[in-house]
């Protein structure tokens, strides 16, 4: 399985970006898929997960402005990022998973997109 990240950049404060990862190699309806992101000197942190049934799980910081949405029949899924703050900046990755203890966890995940750098200015 390989995925593959993209939509990222600079925007303003207050802005919107959407990340699209794409995964070639298998189908995934039934993958959990997660975003997270790793800021400078800081561990690698959960952001949203969805499962297979589409249930959507979000840290708390980004709830209510982030939204995870997946299209099993194009094997993606994205996150829609609205009213961005400067400390969302971060590399961006994607990752999924067939079977997930612990959705908040990178070690639960196996398969790993490359990231995409979102920088939010002030």
């Known amino acids: 399985v390989q995925l593959q990240a993209s939509g990222g950049g600079l925007v303003q404060a207050g802005g919107s970006l959407r990340l699209s990862c794409a995964a070639s190699?298998?189908?995934?309806?039934?993958?959990?898929a997660a975003w997270f992101r790793q800021a400078p000197d800081k561990e690698r942190e959960f952001v949203a997960a969805?499962?297979?049934?589409?249930?959507?799980y979000y840290t708390d910081s980004v709830k209510g402005r982030f939204t995870i949405s997946r299209d099993n029949a194009k094997n993606t899924v994205d996150l829609q990022m609205n009213s961005l703050e400067p400390e969302d900046t971060a590399v961006y990755y994607c990752?999924?998973?067939?079977?997930?203890?612990?959705?908040?966890?990178?070690?639960?995940?196996?398969?790993w997109g490359q990231g995409t750098l979102v920088t939010v200015s002030s």
């Open positions: 190699g298998r189908t995934f309806s039934w993958y959990t």
């Open positions: 990752t999924i998973d067939p079977s997930v203890a612990n959705f908040r966890a990178p070690i639960s995940y196996a398969y």
């Open positions: 969805i499962d297979g049934r589409g249930v959507r």
